[in-house]
């Protein structure tokens, strides 16, 4: 199939776009649109025969569940049997944001969105063009990242283009997304809520408004079942062997010299305070501050993706605030840390 590709800097024409791309969508077909996290790639959640056009252009494990996205806490009540009470507080905090409720679910949406489980992830995403997109749809839409599944996130349309070219009917083209990673994944089934993914909206973040908030142990320590289903997968990963380097720019020096006499070609991603206290010519630099470190670093990873690199070195982060979430995707698409 062709994928129309709608661009939103051509101002006049941005409501025409959004029309035609929200007609196809309510046809059945898959539409990609940014969202202030990743671009995602949505379908009529309540339609499944749509909702499967998903997992073929991603090549996604079906028993991955899928996050609807809505516009408004009414459309989000539509869609579940329940609200608990620190849940309001929180969208009250976050909504519109990089904040994903798991709760339970009614059954408006398909199975194959929920992946058979009787809870469903809903979120109103904080960009203008996935909300009136969604508004303009007014049906909740499944969407998961909009990458070929196991890649790093797509945070450009081009990122999505260069994954979904000829597998999705549309692309609306909203310019490089904000956050950078996807959202902070809260189950709100339970009398204390967990974090089953860190993201955008931090464990301080959260707490600062309810309270106590748990993180599941598959986060913290790797082990154990993760709640989240997709967070058993091996997930962001670049096409080339990617290490976390934890310690000083002196041993980091070391390791790449020592990459280059067994003649591997190396690609170093870190930030910029730490890019000038080493000499190498294939460094990305993920910025100064820990959002631009956290909105980069996708395309950090796609980057060397299309270089002629053997390995690629990452600096190790701190791990408070979005630092989080960062080592957290960082582990995931990452075959080993040396320390
Ligand atoms: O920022 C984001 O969340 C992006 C944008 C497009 O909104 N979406 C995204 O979707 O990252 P995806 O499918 O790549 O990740 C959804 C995560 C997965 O880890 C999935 O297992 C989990 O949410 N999830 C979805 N529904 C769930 C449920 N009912 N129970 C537990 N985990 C669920
Ligand atoms: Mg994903």
Redesign the pocket.
Known sequence: MTTKRWNMNDIDKNQSYIKEAAGILQAGQTVAFP?E????LGADATNPQAVSKIFQAKGRPED????A?VATKEQLQRLVTSIPAYVDKLIAAFSPG?L?F?LPSNGICASNV?AG?D???V?I?NHPVALQLLKEVDIPIA????NISGKP?PTTADHVFNDLEGRIAGLVDGGPTGVGL??T?I?CTQEIPVI??P?GVTKENLESVIGHVLVDPGIIDGEGKP?????KYKHYAPEVPLWIFEGDSNGFQELIEKEQQSNHRVGVLCSNQFAVQLSHDNIYQLGDSMEEIASSLYDGLRYFKQQAVDVIICESLPESGIGQAIMNRLRKASDSTIT
């Open positions: 969202t996290t990743v671009y995602g991955n569940p899928l996050i996205h990089p994903t798991i929920t489980l809870t469903i992830g979120r995403p969407a998961p990242s909009a996130s996807e959202s994944v189950d089953l993914r993201g709640k989240s289903p997709g967070m």
